[in-house]
């Protein structure tokens, strides 16, 4: 069985930073791509970074140079820093993964920036 298991959400003041963390395990597929999401209050769901298997990325525009997405194939694990973190970035962040195909989501991890 798939899992994507996610960490490093917390509470920070603005101006901090988080790392946040996503593996998957239990599949011998390769990985498409791996992303984070983000879905604050009363908003929809977005995306914030993903990095493709050739190691392009995108970022949504209102985390550049802020934000750095990495990952570790032979760790199946994607990563989020998030540097200059603001009141805005509060979310739930959500770590979505394309397995040969197949599409799977992490159960999200929160994130609150104080101001």
């Known amino acids: 069985q798939v899992q994507l298991v996610e960490s490093g959400g917390g509470l920070v003041q603005a101006g901090g930073s988080l790392r946040l963390s996503c593996t998957a395990s239990?599949?011998?597929?390769?990985?498409?791509?791996m992303g984070w999401y983000r879905q604050a209050p009363g908003k929809q769901r977005e995306l914030v970074a993903r990095?493709?298997?050739?190691?392009?990325?995108n970022y949504v525009d209102s985390v550049k140079g802020r934000f750095t997405i990495s990952s570790d194939n032979a760790k199946n694990t994607v990563y989020l820093q998030m540097n200059s973190l603001k009141p805005d970035d509060t979310a739930v962040y959500y770590c979505k993964a394309n397995l040969g195909g197949r599409v799977y989501w992490g159960q999200g991890t929160q994130v609150t920036v104080s101001s």
């Open positions: 239990g599949s011998n597929y390769n990985i498409l791509y």
């Open positions: 990095i493709i298997g050739s190691g392009v990325t």
